[in-house]
Every structure is written in structure tokens, then in C-alpha cells.
Nanobody
Framework: QVQLVESGGGLVQAGGSLRLSCAASGRTFSRHAMAWFRQAPGKERDIVAHISLSGGRTYYSDSVKGRFTISRDNANNTAYLQMDSLKPEDTAVYYC????????????????WGQGTQVTVSS
């Protein structure tokens, strides 16, 4: 079973950048589609981006398209979320998640979750 640990969150000014990492343990990382979700206080957990097993296909929510980039390194069992041109509305706890083989956009589809990392964007 894959276990996930996020890192890289923090406080940044609007317009700045952060890079989140999601380190996976276990032997099946390369057989898991990976995704990043986020949850702001009082709001539902929403998809940010997902990436296929090989990294050849990606999906982005409209709110982050053109600003965020998801990637993965299967040799090092790590997924990444590069976040540029950050806005105050990007403030949330960011979670990485994995599911076998095919990515999806709904949280219930994912069976492996990290503990979350806080991202705060000041105006």
C-alpha cells in the first residue's frame, strides 16, 4: 500500500510561487494515478490537478489552469505541484492523493491520502 507525505507549503505573497512535493512509500507508486486537491475553511475538498501513470496526461481545474503544473517522478516515487502567480483565493490545505491506474476528479475515487500541507497567500 502506498503512503503519501506532502511538503512544501507555507506563506507567500500574491504573485509568488511555491512547489509542493508528495513523497510516496511502497512499491506501487507507478501504478497509481496522482492528484492534488485543496480544501479551504468551510468549503468542500476540490480537485486541483491530476496526472496519469506515466505523466503523459494531465488535468487542471479552471481556477488554476495556466498557473499550476503537476508532474511526477516515478523513479523517485514523488509527485509535484508547481504553483505560480499565486492568488489569495489559492489559500487552502493542499492534499495529494492516489488511486490505482485511472485518474478522476472526485475525492471519493481516491483511496490513498497524505496529511495535507497549508498554503497561505497574502494580498
Amino acid at each position: 500500500q502506498v503512503q503519501l507525505v506532502e511538503s512544501g507549503g507555507g506563506l507567500v505573497q500574491a504573485g509568488g510561487s511555491l512547489r509542493l512535493s508528495c513523497a510516496a512509500s511502497g512499491r506501487t507508486f507507478s501504478r497509481h494515478a496522482m492528484a492534488w486537491f485543496r480544501q479551504a475553511p468551510g468549503k468542500e475538498r476540490d480537485i486541483v490537478a491530476h496526472i496519469s501513470l506515466s505523466g503523459g496526461r494531465t488535468y487542471y481545474s479552471d481556477s488554476v489552469k495556466g498557473r499550476f503544473t503537476i508532474s511526477r517522478d516515478n523513479a523517485n516515487n514523488t509527485a509535484y505541484l508547481q504553483m505560480d502567480s499565486l492568488k489569495p483565493e489559492d489559500t487552502a490545505v493542499y492534499y495529494c492523493a492516489g488511486k490505482p491506474f485511472v485518474a478522476g476528479i472526485a475525492p471519493y475515487e481516491y483511496d490513498v491520502w497524505g496529511q495535507g500541507t497549508q498554503v497561505t497567500v497574502s494580498s
